[in-house]
């Protein structure tokens, strides 16, 4: 019963994201979570959403808005920054999908997206990074 629970709560997730990026138009990129979660696998330090993302990205957890929400045990993070000293870069964020089961984390899925200053590319979240003509 409980697995049920938790594949019809990834299930769900999965819809969410599905959703967002079919009503918004926003893409992110796949990143595998495969060496973050070989890093964080017995850090019982990690408590927080906040937390994890430090794991992932110090910067972005320092300097970014860190907002989650959680439905059981799995939680749908989202961290995003706007980038003051970058001449090209506007802002990057991340959506990070990930089950908390007795104090320790395991991140299901990371998503990446970019956004430029104008002229320097879409400023709009996006994959594509910014190739200058010269």
Do not use: C
């Amino acid at each position: 019963m409980r697995k049920k629970i938790i594949l019809y709560s990834l299930l769900l997730i999965l819809l969410i994201f599905v959703a967002d990026i079919l009503l918004t138009g926003k893409s992110y990129r796949n990143v595998d979570p495969a060496k973050l979660n070989k890093t964080i696998r017995f850090a019982k330090h990690i408590e927080t959403p906040r937390d994890l993302i430090a794991a992932y990205d110090s910067i972005l957890a320092e300097r970014g808005e860190i907002t989650a929400t959680q439905n059981n045990n799995i939680y749908k993070i989202e961290a995003a920054r706007d980038v003051h000293d970058d001449d090209e870069l506007a802002g990057e964020k991340i959506l990070m999908t990930a089950i908390n089961q007795n104090h320790l984390w395991k991140v299901l899925e990371i998503r990446y997206s970019i956004k430029f200053q104008e002229g320097y590319g879409h400023t709009d979240w996006g994959t594509e990074r910014y190739e200058p003509f010269f």
